[in-house]
């Protein structure tokens, strides 16, 4: 079937004519049927023929069917009609609808010849094959941020393309003339195809049909007239081409957790280490519009308890990006990742603290936040960092906050847990003060801890206590009878600060 509209521009295109009267976008037209008079009256008309016929003949026509007359003046008798005022060859025209028709049932053939493709498993490049044989012209599959999935021809790449490490994307002046043109903009907010023509490439139409999974864009499809010019029925059989790419990309994992924003793909190469260049990594950044400081942060948030994680998630994305003004984020294995970049060593001093607790606590979220670091390819090092964070329920957190300072030690012991005992390598004089609290209810363990918790500060280790100054340095004095403990021997002080982390552990 073919739509009423589509046919309506196809004779307006070809006779360079208005077909005037009411024209409903989302009727179907199956068939089409010439009138010869004499009109009967009782004639049933079938809802998904369109009736051609003359002004002439049939101007008193009153009927509910679907008619265009040609030639055809109105004077009121047929007021819920098509008409056409200039006086065509009704033939031509009946022709010109049924070319329109017979392409519309090959483009729909091909549809199903994509889905046979599609349901059979071939993947990206052979449902672009089959659809080029339709569309007689190179069709490219492309991502949000301007790689290229696949191509067909499967070696068609004109000057639109750049190559790295054996991977196509978009060129800058490309990608700055879709931005310009609000290509972009049309992507990521619609599923209607566009069709547009650019400045250096005369005589060129470029047709853009997003891809969408629960209402994100996660890629699009490019068509180019290179070989002929695009029509009507190219946009239909795009939309309908793109769904089936839904379908395909829904099929992995990656894309279904897609949400829309452009940084995913990037982001992606990142973390899985395709991208083996600095300068690519700042190529590509330059191609989304971003600038990045000296240092950078990787962060994982995560959901839990009774929380609102069923929300659309770009309006966490949305409101991180608030919070965190220099940054990328997306989805990522079912944990929403940022990288954060700022010109300040502290982290803080680039964004509002407060802000970012209120947002943690009112969603049910947990942050975690890697060591800084200046090496952009290094970043997937600190993605490991954070995802320990986010796993390992022995990390130490502080208002929904889970820092890599705070916990590196535990990721070590448990790296190495396979390989060492930890407690073989807890310093023997905390062993011994264990057993010594034991069996004479001393509580040497623990004002020892204390003074380590305090940063060694004899006066807070007492408030944090409830002792006596002098009894804190009573109990002092005893620990260094009983062990080799020195407030003076940096080597003793980290040895025993690390055991105690240790027995945290």
């Given at each position: 079937?073919?739509?009423?509209?589509?046919?309506?521009?196809?004779?307006?295109?070809?006779?360079?004519?208005?077909?005037?009267?009411?024209?409903?976008?989302?009727?179907?037209?199956?068939?089409?049927?010439?009138?010869?008079?004499?009109?009967?009256?009782?004639?049933?008309?079938?809802?998904?023929?369109?009736?051609?016929?003359?002004?002439?003949?049939?101007?008193?026509?009153?009927?509910?069917?679907?008619?265009?007359?040609?030639?055809?003046?109105?004077?009121g008798n047929n007021e819920n009609g098509m008409y056409i005022q200039k006086a065509l060859d009704p033939f031509a025209v009946l022709n010109c609808i049924?070319?329109?028709?017979?392409?519309?049932?090959?483009?729909?053939?091909?549809?199903?010849?994509?889905f046979q493709v599609l349901q059979s498993g071939y993947g990206f490049q052979s449902m672009l094959d089959t659809a080029r044989s339709y569309l007689k012209?190179?069709?490219?599959?492309?991502?949000?941020?301007?790689?290229?999935?696949?191509?067909?021809?499967?070696?068609?790449?004109?000057?639109?393309?750049?190559?790295?490490?054996?991977?196509?994307?978009?060129?800058?002046?490309?990608?700055?003339?879709?931005?310009?043109?609000?290509?972009?903009?049309?992507?990521?907010?619609?599923?209607?195809?566009?069709?547009?023509?650019?400045?250096?490439?005369?005589?060129?139409?470029?047709?853009?049909?997003?891809?969408?999974?629960?209402?994100?864009?996660?890629?699009?499809?490019?068509?180019?007239?290179?070989?002929?010019?695009?029509?009507?029925?190219?946009?239909?059989?795009?939309?309908?081409?793109?769904?089936?790419?839904?379908?395909?990309?829904?099929?992995?994992?990656?894309?279904?957790?897609?949400?829309?924003?452009?940084?995913?793909?990037?982001?992606?190469?990142?973390?899985?280490?395709?991208?083996?260049?600095?300068?690519?990594?700042?190529?590509?950044?330059?191609?989304?519009?971003?600038?990045?400081?000296?240092?950078?942060?990787?962060?994982?948030?995560?959901?839990?308890?009774?929380?609102?994680?069923?929300?659309?998630?770009?309006?966490?994305?949305?409101?991180?990006?608030?919070?965190?003004?220099?940054?990328?984020?997306?989805?990522?294995?079912?944990?929403?990742?940022?990288?954060?970049?700022?010109?300040?060593?502290?982290?803080?001093?680039?964004?509002?603290?407060?802000?970012?607790?209120?947002?943690?606590?009112?969603?049910?979220?947990?942050?975690?936040?890697?060591?800084?670091?200046?090496?952009?390819?290094?970043?997937?090092?600190?993605?490991?960092?954070?995802?320990?964070?986010?796993?390992?329920?022995?990390?130490?957190?502080?208002?929904?906050?889970?820092?890599?300072?705070?916990?590196?030690?535990?990721?070590?012991?448990?790296?190495?847990?396979?390989?060492?005992?930890?407690?073989?390598?807890?310093?023997?004089?905390?062993?011994?003060?264990?057993?010594?609290?034991?069996?004479?209810?001393?509580?040497?363990?623990?004002?020892?801890?204390?003074?380590?918790?305090?940063?060694?500060?004899?006066?807070?280790?007492?408030?944090?206590?409830?002792?006596?100054?002098?009894?804190?340095?009573?109990?002092?004095?005893?620990?260094?009878?009983?062990?080799?403990?020195?407030?003076?021997?940096?080597?003793?002080?980290?040895?025993?600060?690390?055991?105690?982390?240790?027995?945290?552990?």
């Amino acid at each position: 079937m073919a739509c009423l509209i589509n046919i309506i521009k196809k004779i307006q295109d070809t006779f360079q004519v208005h077909v005037l009267g009411p024209i409903f976008s989302d009727r179907r037209i199956e068939s089409v049927h010439y009138l010869l008079p004499p009109y009967d009256d009782q004639l049933q008309f079938d809802p998904n023929t369109l009736y051609i016929g003359t002004g002439q003949e049939f101007h008193s026509l009153s009927s509910e069917g679907c008619v265009l007359l040609v030639g055809c003046c109105m004077d009121g008798n047929n007021e819920n009609g098509m008409y056409i005022q200039k006086a065509l060859d009704p033939f031509a025209v009946l022709n010109c609808i049924q070319q329109e028709l017979y392409d519309c049932r090959k483009a729909d053939l091909k549809r199903d010849e994509v889905f046979q493709v599609l349901q059979s498993g071939y993947g990206f490049q052979s449902m672009l094959d089959t659809a080029r044989s339709y569309l007689k012209n190179p069709i490219t599959l492309c991502t949000t941020s301007f790689s290229v999935l696949a191509s067909s021809p499967k070696d068609y790449f004109d000057d639109k393309f750049d190559v790295y490490d054996e991977k196509f994307y978009l060129k800058n002046n490309f990608i700055r003339n879709l931005k310009e043109k609000q290509i972009l903009q049309h992507l990521f907010t619609s599923s209607s195809p566009i069709i547009v023509e650019f400045d250096d490439s005369p005589g060129i139409s470029y047709l853009f049909c997003s891809i969408h999974i629960r209402r994100a864009a996660v890629g699009y499809l490019c068509i180019s007239s290179l070989y002929r010019p695009l029509e009507a029925a190219d946009s239909s059989f795009a939309m309908s081409l793109s769904k089936l790419f839904s379908l395909e990309m829904q099929k992995d994992e990656f894309y279904s957790e897609k949400t829309g924003l452009k940084y995913e793909y990037f982001l992606t190469d990142l973390i899985e280490q395709n991208l083996h260049s600095r300068s690519i990594a700042d190529r590509h950044l330059a191609q989304l519009g971003e600038t990045f400081y000296q240092y950078f942060w990787v962060l994982g948030f995560t959901f839990h308890g009774f929380s609102n994680h069923q929300l659309n998630p770009n309006y966490f994305i949305d409101q991180l990006s608030g919070i965190f003004k220099h940054s990328m984020s997306f989805f990522y294995k079912g944990n929403l990742i940022l990288l954060h970049t700022s010109k300040y060593r502290d982290l803080y001093q680039s964004i509002d603290k407060q802000k970012l607790a209120h947002f943690l606590h009112l969603n049910q979220i947990n942050a975690a936040i890697s060591f800084r670091f200046e090496e952009l390819l290094d970043t997937p090092r600190y993605y490991n960092q954070v995802m320990f964070l986010l796993k390992n329920k022995k990390c130490f957190m502080k208002e929904h906050c889970l820092t890599y300072e705070d916990n590196f030690l535990n990721h070590l012991m448990e790296t190495s847990q396979n390989e060492i005992h930890a407690e073989t390598i807890i310093h023997p004089d905390l062993l011994f003060l264990e057993n010594y609290d034991q069996e004479n209810n001393t509580e040497y363990m623990k004002t020892l801890k204390a003074y380590f918790l305090n940063n060694r500060n004899a006066l807070n280790t007492s408030n944090y206590l409830h002792i006596h100054k002098s009894t804190f340095f009573y109990r002092i004095g005893k620990i260094g009878e009983l062990t080799e403990f020195d407030p003076a021997n940096a080597q003793i002080l980290f040895s025993y600060e690390f055991s105690f982390r240790i027995l945290d552990f």
